[in-house]
């Protein structure tokens, strides 16, 4: 390949690896939001009902309602994992995973307008391959 043809593919190379690598860190990072609930947990959607806010040097974490339990008790609470999930904003639905032993105790694993952890997880790993084989290519 020519000189400058090289420096592209290995500009672009650098790029998607770069990509790769900070949405992995992200994802890494996401799942072990997810992790501080403990068990695996049981999926169910809900709704964020009041969101972030300060009140002097106190912050108080969004409120999600959602159903849970076997009577499908109505619940409203703070996620474990509020400083883990990006901006939750009233009206947002979310996917929540709660314990089923104590279903007070929850975790958002996603929202509407963000992946959860696994499937982020693999597009970094995808772009990171794509990148190693971009400069693989670049140097056959």
Known sequence: ?????????????TL???TGLKI????????????LLGVRGTRTQGE????????GPVVHPAQVRYQAGRTDQTYRQAPLNAEYVPA????????????????RRM?????????????????????????????VWAFV
Do not use: K
């Open 24 to 35: 992995i860190h992200v994802a890494a990072h996401n799942r072990r939001g997810l992790r």
């Open 16 to 18: 998607w690896l770069g």
């Open 88 to 103: 939750l904003e009233v009206g947002l639905p979310v996917t929540v995973r709660y314990d089923p032993e104590d279903p």
């Open 107 to 135: 975790v958002v694993a996603g929202t509407r307008r963000t992946a959860g952890p696994v499937s982020s997880l693999w597009s970094g790993v995808g772009l990171c391959l794509f990148g190693v084989g971009l400069a």
């Open 48 to 55: 964020v009902v009041r969101g972030p806010r300060r009140e």
């Open 1 to 13: 390949m020519s000189q400058p043809g090289l420096s592209v593919a290995l500009l672009f190379a």
